[in-house]
T-cell receptor
Framework: GAGVSQSPSNKVTEKGKDVELRCDPI?????LYWYRQSLGQGLEFLIY????????KSGLPSDRFSAERTGGSVSTLTIQRTQQEDSAVYLC??????????????FGSGTRLTVV | DQQVKQNSPSLSVQEGRISILNCDYT??????FLWYKKYPAEGPTFLIS?????DKNEDGRFTVFLNKSAKHLSLHIVPSQPGDSAVYFC???????????FGQGTELSVKP
């Protein structure tokens, strides 16, 4: 597609339930990133995938968070047993390759997750 | 440990005047710096970048200045326009590391 697509755009879930957030990167982009923005906070790095390399998971806040990227394209971020502090906007971004930054990442519009 | 800091959560400027957004960082291993702009309900969009080997990069109304000795960068917008009203994020990349570390953002309001 023309841009990074994320779904759903909004998700309300009950505390304790699992959620899956999806990201479709720009075709041909080898690097994919997940960030989240909590209310009043900056963009917090979660995880990034670069080609076939092992993902950098250093930003995942707990073992309830996991992500996968199938076939080097679509990525799914899964949050198990959601807690209220997981409420945030989850942003996905992609780039041609991680080392080329003259134009930066392209971000999707995000998924707003609300845990009630 | 906040490695990229934007200490001003908000800034208000009159249309036509200069907007100056500031960013400080702590890690000398950062080799690339970027500014992103974010409107409500949209993802951030890339605005301008600068390599650590330069001290200035200009693109139209936007100029980014880098002071490595002070570990400080700034974004200048001249002249400011109401459409520039948005949240601006500063970001930095570890040397060849790929991922970006973002600041907390500064909300710019340009008043007509």
């Amino acid at each position: 597609g023309a841009g990074v697509s994320q779904s759903p755009s909004n998700k309300v879930t009950e505390k304790g339930k699992d959620v899956e957030l999806r990201c479709d990167p720009i075709s041909g982009h080898t690097a994919l990133y997940w960030y989240r923005q909590s209310l009043g906070q900056g963009l917090e790095f979660l995880i990034y995938f670069q080609g076939n390399s092992a993902p950098d998971k250093s930003g995942l806040p707990s073992d309830r968070f996991s992500a996968e990227r199938t076939g080097g394209s679509v990525s799914t971020l899964t949050i198990q047993r959601t807690q209220q502090e997981d409420s945030a906007v989850y942003l996905c971004a992609s780039s041609l390759m991680s080392g080329v930054l003259n134009y930066g990442y392209t971000f999707g519009s995000g998924t707003r997750l609300t845990v009630v | 440990d906040q490695q990229v800091k934007q200490n001003s959560p908000s800034l208000s400027v009159q249309e036509g005047r200069i907007s100056i957004l500031n960013c400080d960082y702590t890690n000398s291993m950062f080799d690339y710096f970027l500014w992103y702009k974010k409107y409500p309900a949209e993802g951030p969009t890339f605005l301008i970048s600068i390599s650590s080997i330069k001290d200035k990069n200009e693109d139209g109304r936007f100029t980014v200045f880098l002071n490595k000795s002070a570990k400080h960068l700034s974004l200048h917008i001249v002249p400011s326009q109401p459409g520039d009203s948005a949240v601006y994020f500063c970001a930095a990349r570890y040397n060849q590391g790929g991922k970006l570390i973002f600041g907390q953002g500064t909300e710019l309001s340009v008043k007509p």
